[in-house]
């Protein structure tokens, strides 16, 4: 156990709805990281809080936000979903904002019908 | 930039054969590189990182792997593989530890009993 935690674990929705996803890091980690996994696309960066602020951005759809609350859990927020939205989103989490090592979440598995 | 490359989408070995995975890595700084596994409808769990120090890092499970800087690459190896080895390795690199992870495309390992 990771000390990440995920909610919910698996979603199916239709296409053109909005989902959101839940993250609660490790606790005292300052850092949430979300990741995308798709067959086609791998392992892909989408954007990183630190301690409430938005770090970094990779690569996230404008349809796609996210924020940090002051208890430090994020939501990923997935709006107008598609098709090609169906993947498997992960959340991370780090001590600071370097990357000395981040803990994974177990995913939160989406399916766009 | 920083990139990863994983050589070998697939790797079979026998049980009890060394096992050898293959990762280089692009980096304008010193790199932060590390190892994880995902077993399949899990997270990712950390296998080692190399950040500074010591080239030859130890991780979990008897795996290790060393960074060779004139190579740009951090192979994973195990002296002998085991039938619970079998899942997917990714490589991850991030330059200095100051940005997010960067993910190569992942090598599924199986182990032939």
């Known amino acids: 156990d990771s000390g990440v935690t995920q909610t919910p674990k698996h979603l199916i929705t239709a296409t053109g709805q909005r989902v959101t996803l839940r993250c609660s890091p490790r606790?005292?980690?300052?850092?949430v990281y979300w990741y995308q996994q798709s067959l086609d696309q791998g392992l892909q960066f989408l954007i990183q809080?630190?301690?409430?602020?938005?770090?970094a951005k990779g690569n996230i759809l404008e349809r796609f936000s996210a924020q940090q609350f002051p208890d430090l859990h994020s939501e990923l927020n997935l709006s107008s979903l598609e098709l090609g939205d169906s993947a498997l989103y992960f959340c991370?989490?780090?001590?600071?904002?370097?990357?000395?090592?981040?803990?994974f979440g177990q995913g939160t598995r989406l399916t766009v019908v | 930039a920083q990139s990863v490359t994983q050589l070998g989408s697939h790797v079979s070995v026998s049980e009890g054969a060394l096992v050898l995975l293959r990762c280089n890595y692009s980096?304008?700084?010193?790199?932060?590189l590390f190892w994880y596994v995902q077993y399949p409808n899990q997270g990712l769990q950390l296998l080692l990182k190399?950040?500074?120090?010591?080239?030859l890092v130890k991780g979990i499970n008897g795996f290790e792997a060393e960074f060779k800087k004139s190579e740009t690459s951090f192979h994973l190896t195990k002296p002998s593989a085991h039938m619970s080895d079998a899942a997917e390795y990714f490589c991850?690199?991030?330059?200095?530890?100051?940005?997010?992870?960067?993910f190569g495309s992942g090598t599924r390992l199986q182990v032939q009993p």
């Open positions: 991370a989490s780090s001590p600071q904002g370097l990357n000395t090592e981040a803990f």
């Open positions: 606790s005292g980690d300052l850092s």
């Open positions: 809080y630190y301690n409430g602020e938005e770090r």
């Open positions: 980096s304008s700084v010193p790199p932060y």
């Open positions: 190399y950040t500074t120090g010591a080239t």
């Open positions: 991850a690199v991030s330059e200095a530890g100051r940005r997010a992870l960067t």
